[in-house]
């Protein structure tokens, strides 16, 4: 078999492991096997602003305002300390998302509403750790790219109210599909994607164009002041990301050296 010698990124890894930095400094880490790509890989979730507008568009050329849709039937409902069902899931993000965050924020793609990141069953408060009908309640963060903040609402599954909003600046989760998906169509579409294609050329015969191509996995990068080039002294604050992208049942592709920071929608390369 032909063994692939040159390599524009490095070299395309094979293995289970590579070193990979959280911050300027490198640390080493085990990469995902295919399973775990596979979790976390390149599908495309709906995009709702996005799809809203284009149907929108597609019916009377003119783009209407966008509406959140009203809270769905309880569903299936878990007890105590149980996992979130579906529907309990899909329940809580629709009350957590009012119309005023809705109108007032942008997504990773630069739609309106924020992006959705996760929804957890919330702890108990401290009076209820003993009481067994104690509410069921659920976490629900979105990330605000208009400002770099994330938002997090506590739903009570039992009223359906909201009972806590927080926000917070400087604090980065790890990374929902969308976003990783919204990562490596920038990479791809910049100058500095041009290794990443070559080496997907290079393995697979066919050329790199769309991020569905690639199973992707990452991991947030957070700057240190003086460690990296200034483009990317604002990761952190800004919501930065390095991906691990793998070709569909192929070899891991290396892009540590490339940083994406999705809040300015710009691509930049680790200097050192």
Not at 141 to 169: A, I, M, P, R, S
Request: proline letters at 6%; a negative charge; aromatic letters at 2%.
């Amino acid at each position: 078999m032909r063994m692939l010698v040159r390599r524009h990124l490095g070299k395309v890894v094979a293995g289970a492991a590579m070193a990979v930095a959280g911050t300027a400094v490198m640390i080493g880490i085990t990469l995902p096997g295919t399973a775990g790509a596979d979790e976390t890989g390149g599908s495309t979730g709906g995009k709702t602003g996005q799809s809203g507008q284009q149907a929108a568009g597609q019916q009377g050329g003119t783009v209407q305002p966008g509406v959140v849709e009203q809270a769905p039937a309880e569903g299936e409902k878990g007890t105590g300390r149980d996992p979130l069902t579906d529907d309990e899931t899909k329940r809580v993000e629709r009350l957590a998302l009012s119309q005023s965050l809705f109108n007032s924020s942008e997504n990773v793609d630069g739609d309106r509403g924020p992006q959705r990141l996760g929804v957890d069953l919330a702890e108990p408060d401290a009076d209820e750790l003993d009481d067994p009908n104690a509410p069921r309640r659920a976490d629900v963060t979105f990330y605000d790219y208009k400002d770099d903040t994330l938002v997090t609402k506590t739903v009570n599954l039992d009223t359906g109210k909201v009972e806590q909003t927080g926000t917070q600046h400087g604090v980065q989760p790890p990374l929902s599909t969308d976003e990783q998906t919204e990562a490596a169509r920038l990479l791809i579409a910049d100058p500095l994607g041009a290794g990443l294609k070559a080496d997907f050329k290079d393995a697979t015969g066919t050329e790199l164009t769309s991020p569905d191509q690639l199973l992707l996995a990452s991991m947030v990068y957070r700057a240190t002041p003086g460690a990296q080039s200034a483009a990317l002294d604002q990761c952190g604050e800004h919501r930065c990301v390095r991906l691990l992208p793998k070709v569909k049942n192929g070899p891991w592709i290396d892009t540590r050296s490339l940083v994406i920071d999705l809040s300015t929608r710009k691509v930049a390369k680790l200097t050192g």
